[in-house]
């Protein structure tokens, strides 16, 4: 696509209409003289193949002046109403004006040919030239055309008079003079007019540049009917209310709310959401805010695309944060978007459902929740895994911050633990273990229930949770004896070692006794070989059928696997299956138990027994690992810990005091770090809240702020919606846009001595990069076709070409070129500058200097949890290791350091970090503009006075890995030694 050439982003800037340019234009590297050839002896085929290479070569900086007479001699009495609607075009983009600034002389013939159209019998030709006189700004052209242009307003077609209308609003705008009675002039014709699309113009052109006048007419004509209108007409409505309704007051504002709430029961979307976006403008009253999340709400269930219902999330979720607890009676419409198969979408209703979450609507919440969580059993649907999961957090959320509904969500959840998922099963575990730590009161009913769970359970980090809470919290006698009675069914017979072994030694007997029963003997006098026949049927070559014996052998490894394979309580199976970290909380729970049951019972012979009892499973697990009936041999640590429990049962004597730190030990210390994390994460929570609830705390003495005296572009505190997003937008509502910030963007391209000096200030604006260059012409003599040619390298792609200039003798001129950015990766920006010298036609060329663009403007801190951070860890398949070089020699320094040097926010928490060991480790997480994500973890320790180490990045791309570790690489090198180090 071709555009404006300098084209900038405010809004005084000219904007052209883009034309496609063909691919393989074989006209566009033709002399001008071919080209008047052609439009003076082609057909009009030919013509507009002209014309247009000519368009698209005048937007790229082309000068196709000597054209001008040709195209009004030979293309301008055409009737071919394409070449028509291309020379429009090609009249936006000429030159109008001679070397001293006053209009060409040829003009005048174009303004007659434009006045013949404007009267043309033919309607679209009309139209077309009313919409062309909009893009045209010289007020010697446009004069003469006035009381043609008028005169359309009274044509019998609507799209003539449509057009009339913006055409006169455009020229009233720009040069008032030369019709200054436009508003009174529509304003007469908008109460004539009849066609819905005219009156809609007419009306938008009173709210731009006669207010008072719209608002008349919204009195008389749209106050009472609004909702009856057509849709762009209630926009327009819309529009001036958003104009003029923050300044209005009294009965006038009322008026206008009126209006509003009128629209937000509109047929469509697009005015619904208009409307409640200004709603949300004009008054703050909770009815009103009500009103409007409840329009957004029944936008986001009818509208089909997810993006669109991401944004309209986006905007309730702003006024929830900006009107605390107005909006929680409309949580469970909220809950109404979970009907949407988008994930993200759901993830994002979810989340501000539960901010909405009070002790008036959580349980009808929770019980949504539930039913949702049921729903989810039915494996056809896509999916369903995730959203179960997603459906557990926030349920743990709930019943986490709202005791009330704890029980009655507990139960339905255990019947998850055995979920093949096993994601949703660690969830629920980590759920039950903090309730069970939060609410005494519910220990015993959730033991209870979820002893009955453990045959289901399939996932051993699952078993593991489940093992250490009814270790810590199963404190009765009864509660007791029904955890070891549990443990007994889903572990099996005990010894396991002598049970797999007669296992085995059964299936060798039975394939014998087949064997023998079947007549045959044994091959090579081995008990541990035995062949087994196999009889199969085969099609001889005369067509008769013969039956085919084979023998095989079968060994005594081919039993094993049988044993192996062979159906297993699930907690056996996956001892069996070497998960031994398991089997090592299964003997910590069992010492647990041991412990705590000597404390209760009297009866020493019920001690000793259940003491014996586990030892003895003990003392299966070690043997077991040991044998061949597992699938990998039992590690040193494993063993050791279980050992340790052995020992620590085997020297148990009451009442002394080694018996006393055992106790300690096993019975308080495991339990007591348990319960000081749960209230370190409930401070940090409540240390949050605290944070974001001072944000809206308004002082007495704060500055008011006035919206008519604050800079052009800055933001304001209760600056409305509309007015920041359209600040945003076009980059006018972008911080820390000081003269010095911009002064330290600003990279010199060229040197001082070269015949033309250039430097660029370097914006980036979300997905773009605008190049503001400075070229100055340092020499004494003109320089002709003077052109900045960028090129890129990396994901970035030149939006436009910027066109050619004629700089005089110590001249200067800003040029400005656009690139857009697809991905986070670090890219460079490189090119030339060429031009013609007075006396030559030898083109001169400068090179520039690189511009590499700094990965971090695209990185922005962001945060996850610790299985959602493991889970990336493992799935990313890019690493940088860099290894730590630097002159800091404090750990706590070196981190903060690094996070401020990379963007990225520090995971692990702050209690993990405190203290001076000498050692620290740490996970860092950043999110690009792109989606894209970013972990790193560091390692480092303080030897001899510095420090070594090494820091490891990973990403899903490349890119964003290596120009991550050259940051890393490049901060280490820039720094001085920390102060007092």
């Known amino acids: 696509m071709a555009s404006s050439s300098g084209a900038a982003s405010t809004s005084s800037a000219s904007v052209y209409t883009l034309v496609a340019s063909e691919e393989n234009n074989e006209l566009s590297n033709m002399a001008v003289q071919d080209y008047r050839n052609l439009l003076q002896k082609g057909t009009d085929e030919v013509k507009l193949q002209v014309l247009r290479s000519v368009v698209t070569e ?77 893009k045209i700004s010289e007020p010697e052209l446009l004069e003469p055309l006035v009381p043609t242009a008028r005169a359309c307003l009274e044509h019998r077609h609507s799209f003539v008079r449509k057009n009339a209308v913006f055409a006169i609003m455009q020229i009233y705008k720009q040069h008032e003079h030369l019709i200054p009675d436009a508003p009174e ?313 002598a049970s797999e072994q007669r296992l085995l030694e059964k299936a060798e007997a039975e394939a014998a006794a087949a064997e023998e029963a079947a007549g045959h003997e044994m091959a090579n006098g081995s008990s541990s070989n035995q062949r087994k026949a196999t009889s199969t049927t085969k099609v001889l070559a005369d067509g008769t059928y013969a039956t085919e014996t084979a023998y095989s052998q079968s060994t005594s490894k081919d039993h094993l696997e049988t044993v192996k394979n062979a159906q297993k309580p699930p907690l056996r199976a996956l001892i069996l299956g070497g998960d031994f970290y398991t089997a090592t909380v299964l003997a910590a729970t069992l010492t647990k138990l041991v412990l705590r049951f000597g404390e209760l019972s009297k009866d020493p012979r019920a001690v ?32 050791e810990r279980i050992s340790t429990c052995l020992q620590s049962l085997a020297a148990f004597v009451p009442k002394s005091a080694e018996e006393e730190e055992v106790r300690d030990m096993f019975l308080k210390d495991t339990q007591e770090a348990y319960s000081k994390m749960v209230a370190h994460e409930e401070k940090k929570a409540a240390e949050k809240r605290a944070k974001d609830s001072k944000k809206d705390i ?53 040197g001082f001595s070269d015949p033309v000096y250039a430097e660029a200030y370097v ?90 663009i700094d990965i971090l403007d695209y990185i922005n801190p962001a945060y996850c949890t610790e299985s959602q951070f493991r889970s990336m860890w493992t799935e990313f398949e890019w690493e940088n290791k860099v290894n730590v070089n630097t002159q800091i020699t404090d750990l706590r320094a070196y981190l903060n350091h690094i996070m401020a040097s990379t963007n990225m926010s520090c995971l692990t928490p702050e209690g993990a970090l405190e203290g001076d060991c000498g050692f620290l480790s740490a996970n860092m997480y950043a999110r690009s503009l792109f989606g894209e994500d970013a972990l790193a973890n560091l390692s480092i320790e303080k030897q001899d006075g510095s420090l070594t180490g090494h820091i490891r990045i990973r990403s899903k791309t490349q890119g964003i890995a290596l120009s991550l570790g050259d940051k890393v690489s490049l901060a280490q090198k820039a720094i001085q030694p920390a102060d007092g180090a």
């Open 58 to 134: 005048s937007l790229n900086g082309r000068d196709f002046s000597a054209l001008i007479m040709p195209i009004i001699q030979y293309v301008l009495p055409s009737k071919d109403k394409r070449l028509k609607k291309l020379l429009h075009f090609y009249w936006e983009v000429c030159p109008k004006h001679d070397e001293s600034g006053k209009l060409k002389q040829e003009m005048i013939l174009v303004c007659n040919a434009i006045r013949n159209d404007l009267q043309h019998p033919n309607e679209y030709i009309r139209g077309a030239t009313l919409r062309f006189l909009q």
């Open 185 to 497: 002039l529509i304003q007469t014709f908008l109460i004539a007019e009849s066609d819905s699309t005219c009156k809609r113009n007419a009306f938008i052109m009173l709210v731009q540049t006669a207010p008072a006048r719209a608002y008349d007419y919204f009195l008389q004509n749209l106050y009472d009917n609004i909702a009856t209108q057509d849709e762009l007409m209630q926009l327009a409505v819309i529009e001036l209310v958003r104009k003029e309704g923050i300044k209005s007051e009294g009965q006038t504002k009322a008026r206008y709310i009126r209006a509003i709430f009128e629209l937000l029961n509109s047929t469509s979307n697009v005015v619904k959401y208009e409307a409640a976006t200004t709603l949300t403008v004009l008054t703050q009253n909770p009815a009103a805010v009500k009103a409007a999340a409840s329009a957004f709400i029944d936008l986001i269930v009818k509208e089909s695309d997810n993006n669109v219902k991401l944004i309209v999330l986006d905007r309730v979720e702003t006024l929830k944060n900006k009107h605390e607890h107005v909006l929680d009676d409309l949580a469970m419409d909220i809950l109404r978007v979970l009907s949407t198969p988008d994930m993200d979408v759901r993830k994002k209703a979810l989340s501000i459902a539960l901010d909405m979450a009070s002790g008036r609507n959580v349980e009808e919440l929770v019980l949504f929740l539930k039913k949702e969580l049921t729903k989810t059993l039915d494996s056809s649907v896509e999916k369903n895994i995730e959203y179960r999961q997603l459906l557990i957090q926030s349920i743990h959320t709930c019943a986490i911050n709202f005791s009330e509904v704890a029980s009655n969500v507990v139960h339905v959840l255990l019947d998850f633990l055995g979920d093949s998922n096993n994601a949703a099963a660690v969830d629920v575990i980590a759920f039950v273990r903090e309730v069970v730590e939060r609410f005494p009161d519910l220990r015993s009913g959730i033991i209870e229930k979820l002893l009955g769970t453990f045959g289901d359970i399939k996932s051993g980090k699952v078993f593991r949770g489940a093992l250490w809470i009814v270790g810590e919290y199963g404190t009765s006698m009864k509660e007791m004896r029904e955890i070891m009675q549990q443990i007994r069914k889903v572990l099996g017979e005990i010894p396991i070692l």
């Open 608 to 639: 000793n027994a259940l003491r014996a009892e586990a030892m003895l499973i003990m003392t299966s697990l070690i043997r077991v690992g040991q044998s061949q009936f597992v699938s990998a041999p039992i590690d040193e640590d494993s063993q």
């Open 698 to 750: 308004v002082q007495a003495d704060d500055v008011v702020s006035f919206r008519m005296f604050k800079k052009a572009g800055a933001a304001a505190e209760g600056e409305d919606e509309y007015t920041s997003a359209m600040n945003k937008a076009t980059g006018l509502g972008d911080e820390d846009e000081s003269l010095l910030s911009k002064l330290s963007r600003v990279v010199q391209l060229t």
């Open 763 to 852: 914006h980036v604006h979300q997905f773009d990069i605008i190049l503001d260059v400075l070229v100055v012409n340092q020499t004494t003599e003109t320089l002709q076709n003077l052109s900045v040619e960028f090129a890129t390298l990396g994901d970035l792609k030149l939006v436009e070409r910027p066109a050619q200039y004629t700089l005089g003798p110590h001249s200067f001129q800003s040029i400005k070129a656009t690139i857009k950015v697809s991905s986070t990766e670090t890219g460079v920006i490189f090119g030339n500058i060429f031009y013609d010298g007075p006396a030559t036609s030898d083109a001169h060329c400068v090179v520039l200097n690189d511009v590499h």
